[in-house]
């Protein structure tokens, strides 16, 4: 598992995702939110492993440099 903070998290990019729901079970840090059939998301969880990106037939999901946001936290940019 990785324990390191990521230099990449997911992306699911909205006109592509048609909710098949592989990515999310692939992600083994509960990092993807949806239901089957619905556009997905992807919270703070993401470790950046890439496996869902792997798993996305629709090529929906991508890895992004993360950014910091307004409270200093980071997000997919």
């Known amino acids: 598992m990785l324990t390191t903070k990521p230099d990449k998290v997911a992306l699911i990019l ?10 999310a079970k692939a992600c ?8 089957p059939k619905q556009l997905h998301k992807v919270n703070g ?12 037939k629709l090529n929906a999901v991508e890895m992004v440099p993360k950014k910091p946001d307004a409270a200093g936290h980071e997000e997919a940019m």
Do not use: S, T, V, Y
């Open 45 to 56: 969880n993401c470790r950046g492993c890439g496996l869902c990106q792997e798993k996305c």
């Open 28 to 35: 083994p840090f509960d990092a993807i939110d949806g239901e």
């Open 14 to 23: 909205e006109d592509k995702c048609k909710g098949c729901h592989l990515c």
